[in-house]
């Protein structure tokens, strides 16, 4: 089993920054993409940003400039930096993480989430 486990989520006002943690535990080969994914009320879940083993990362058009996404593959952890927020930035924030077991299987985990909350 792999537990992906979210933290530093919290309140913060517009043009403020936070910056999200998600450490990966458990039983498991290698980590290949890890990604952040967010789910506003309302609304279905996005992809926000994700970064292979290698370095190579996405972003969502919404927080082009704004976030940044790195991880420590030493570590199993990836971080999302958050700069500038916006109040539709407010969302739960969901860790993601393609892992290989000692079988060569991909798998896909989730943590349970952060949420993030950007308000005056």
């Known amino acids: 089993q792999v537990q992906l486990v979210e933290s530093g989520g919290g309140l913060v006002q517009p043009g403020g920054s936070l910056r999200l943690s998600c450490d990966a535990s458990g039983s498991f080969f290698s980590i290949n993409t890890m990604r952040w994914h967010r789910q506003a009320p309302g609304k279905e879940r996005e992809l926000v940003a994700g970064i292979t083993g290698g370095g190579t990362t996405n972003y969502a058009d919404s927080v082009k400039g704004r976030f940044t996404i790195s991880r420590v593959n030493a570590e199993n952890t990836v971080y999302l930096q958050m700069n500038s927020l916006k109040p539709e930035d407010t969302a739960v924030y969901y860790c993601?993480?393609?892992?290989?077991?000692?079988?060569?299987?991909?798998?896909?985990?989730w943590g349970k989430g952060t949420l993030v909350t950007v308000s005056s």
């Open positions: 993601a993480a393609v892992v290989v077991d000692s079988d060569s299987r991909y798998r896909n985990y």
